[in-house]
């Protein structure tokens, strides 16, 4: 089972409110992904960090910000919500140096703005 | 990047094999493929990954032909809780490439 958790599971806010999804991982991986997913459509990479310090936007253009202070530690932030940025926000892992595709996902943060 | 092509969807019946294709003719040397499974509501979930010819674990099988620009992920005997999006992913991890994900392919089991 994989250690890796998303805070909260369903979030119901009003426009203009800042947000911020907790991701966080125990298993000491690197490289740490937030993907954006509507429901019934394809994941989209918005963010990723390949380690502390390291934040990168991803190929979906987000109006989210990211940091990673911690290794464990990957949240997400909305400076002022829209109801355009209802969606479910999916947060993952990875382990650095091997050859291996195995990304290790959240439940997921499902997102809903007023 | 690699870009994957799948069927948008498949049907079957509970008892049945189902193969899924996933062509990926622009892959590189060193990308690997593998597929995941995600039901609604969760996030997907790492099923098999290989590099070339065939990799069989508890839950699928992957064939890989020698050219590598296709890969086919098959299910044994599906029951219902199969029922899923299944995506093809190419790419390596080990190095700086971000994996994308396409739009999967949605297979219905059937009773």
């Known amino acids: 089972e994989a250690d890796i958790y998303q805070t909260p599971r369903y979030l119901v806010i009003g426009t203009g409110k800042k947000i911020t999804l907790e991701c966080s991982q125990t298993m000491g991986h690197d490289k740490m992904y937030w993907y954006q997913q509507d429901p019934g459509m394809e994941l989209h990479l918005i963010h990723y960090s390949y380690g502390v310090n390291s934040t990168e936007k991803g190929d979906l253009s987000s109006e989210s910000t990211v940091s990673r202070i911690r290794t464990e530690h990957f949240p997400l932030t909305l400076e002022s919500a829209r109801p355009s940025h209802t969606s479910q926000y999916l947060c993952?892992?990875?382990?650095?140096?091997?050859?291996?595709?195995?990304?290790?996902f959240g439940e997921g943060s499902r997102l809903t703005v007023l | 990047l690699a870009k994957t092509t799948q069927p948008i969807s498949m049907d079957s019946y509970e008892g049945q094999e189902v193969n899924i294709t996933c062509s990926h003719n622009?892959?590189?040397?060193?990308?690997?493929i593998t597929w995941y499974q995600q039901f609604p509501s969760q996030g997907p979930r790492f099923i098999i990954q290989?590099?070339?010819t065939k990799v069989t674990n508890e839950v699928a099988s992957l064939f890989i032909p020698a050219d590598r620009k296709s890969s086919t992920l098959s299910l044994p005997r599906v029951s219902l809780s199969d029922t899923a999006v299944y995506y093809c992913l190419v790419g390596f991890s080990g190095g700086y490439n971000k994996l994308i994900f396409g739009a999967g392919t949605r297979l219905a089991v059937h009773p």
């Open positions: 622009n892959i590189a040397t060193n990308d690997y």
């Open positions: 993952a892992s990875s382990e650095s140096g091997v050859d291996t595709g195995e990304l290790f």
């Open positions: 290989g590099y070339k």
